[in-house]
């Protein structure tokens, strides 16, 4: 099923091919290190590196017999390496080959999401900047609560993807480490210096100590990574869903010429892209759990983790590579509708400018709990009775009294409530 949602770059990382094009990218790092010291003779390099191939359909067949994969990619190789396939795997363990090349198929894919990441960030840049002065009802609650811009929206999310991209770059380094010490990660067989210039052409650091396998928690907290990106897509795509609903309809996504809503209602424009992320981001979610459970495994290594991570590590990067993709989409081509953002700031009768005129009777002298109560009273009774609220305030002699009518007035201009727009802008670096 992942596979529908692959996108070509990402898909080709996971793929047996690639798989086993890494691990012998590792076997072929050490032998050339081993060569540099004296342990292989050099001739016997050239003749590996030029015979070296690998082939994923005979490995998996090798593998139905032998029922271990690192076995059936060796035998291939001494398929067509020939007798210098002595000097292959020399002192080394499965992992060795294994963690080290997952480490760089993890790196790979994790050059993808920043970069899409990055595109995402930069489509919200423009949207946070396009709608920076465009006035919307702002809700807590799911209620009206007070003006705001629909820009601050945008701009927030901007300034979330940048956490998100910091987050991802310190979880890329922290998988960025290849182990090439052994059956316990002692040394027995080979030295610390190998491991070193091995990892060094590899472009991976060296893991400054570990078992037979590099320790789990780093791959727990790339995936705890992936799940709070995806976390962040869905809460995109919940915000856009909820400005879309009829009601609303304030904004609503991409929808192309010739798509259907619906097999049996001809006018539906459901948000489907975004409820598919937010379908995908549990899933994202789940994933990260399992790496959590693979951080404790038995003495120096038991193989409970390996099976979780063929399935975690793969769709993980891959679900959110296409959630990114998705979601570039619906901001690229998000639909807003000012209009009837102003429509939507008289559907409570004015009850959002409450706030500015409890503070400005306060400032007259007025205690704020009886500020307070003469303003909900009024409040009540536009809700209540469907009026203008600044009519009822008008025709209150305790309002009256202490403000005039162009006190009034300015009380309800929605402008006062972007007084600040800039300076958070500049705060979130958007300006």
């Known amino acids: 099923m992942i596979a529908r949602y692959s996108r070509p770059e990402m898909a080709r990382i996971w793929t047996q091919e690639s798989k086993y094009e ?55 190789l001494e398929e067509s390496i020939g007798a210098d396939s002595r000097h292959v795997h020399l002192g080394l363990t499965s992992s060795d080959v294994v963690d080290t090349a997952q480490a760089l198929q993890l790196v790979a894919a994790s050059e993808l ?19 920076k002065e465009t006035i919307c009802v702002g809700r807590t609650h799911g209620i009206h609560a007070e003006p705001t811009s629909f820009g601050l929206k945008a701009a927030l999310w901007f300034a ?15 998988v960025r480490v290849g182990k090439i010490s052994g059956a316990v990660g002692n040394f027995a067989h080979v030295e610390p210096e190998v491991e ?30 992936l799940a709070i990106v995806a976390a962040s897509l869905e809460k995109i795509a919940t915000e856009i869903r909820s400005l879309q609903r009829t009601e609303i309809l304030e904004a609503e996504e991409p929808f192309t010429e010739g798509q259907k809503g619906s097999s049996a209602m001809p006018h539906k424009r459901n948000p489907v892209s975004c409820e598919q992320i937010c379908g995908l981001a549990r899933i994202v979610r789940t994933n990260s759990l399992a790496a959590f459970e693979n951080v404790a495994l038995w003495h120096e290594r038991d193989i409970s983790h390996s099976s979780v991570e063929r399935v975690i590590l793969p769709d993980s990067t891959l679900l959110v590579d296409y959630m ?6 619906i901001i690229e081509g998000l639909r807003v509708y000012p209009e009837r953002m102003r429509e939507n700031l ?3 009768y004015g009850l959002m400018f409450s706030q500015r005129v409890l503070l400005r009777l306060a400032e007259t002298g007025l205690p704020r ?57 500049r705060r979130a670096g958007l300006l």
């Open 22 to 76: 890494a691990w012998l990218k590792v076997e072929l790092a050490v032998c050339e290190v081993y060569a540099k010291r004296g342990i292989i003779p050099t001739d016997a390099l050239g003749r590996i590196k030029a015979g070296a191939k690998v082939d994923a359909a005979r490995i998996d067949e090798i593998e139905t017999r032998t029922r271990h994969d690192v076995i059936a990619f060796l035998t291939n």
């Open 113 to 131: 999401l920043l970069a899409g990441l990055e595109r995402l960030r930069a489509a919200l840049r423009v949207l946070a900047l396009r709608h």
């Open 160 to 174: 979330e993807a940048g956490r998100n991209l910091e987050r991802l770059r310190r979880a890329r380094e922290a």
């Open 196 to 225: 070193e210039e091995v990892c060094r052409l590899l472009g991976l650091e060296p893991a400054p100590i570990s078992t037979q396998v590099v320790q789990r928690d780093r791959h727990a907290e790339l995936c705890a990574t």
């Open 324 to 329: 990114l993709h998705l979601m570039i989409r």
């Open 346 to 348: 008289e559907r409570s």
């Open 369 to 425: 709990q009886e500020a307070y109560e003469i303003v909900q009273g009024s409040a009540m009774r536009a809700w209540e009775e469907r009026k203008p609220f600044r009519a009822l305030l008008a025709a209150e002699p305790q309002v009256t009294a202490r403000l005039s009518p162009a006190d009034l007035d300015a009380c309800f201009d929605p402008a006062w409530y972007l007084r600040n727009v800039d300076a958070i802008y």
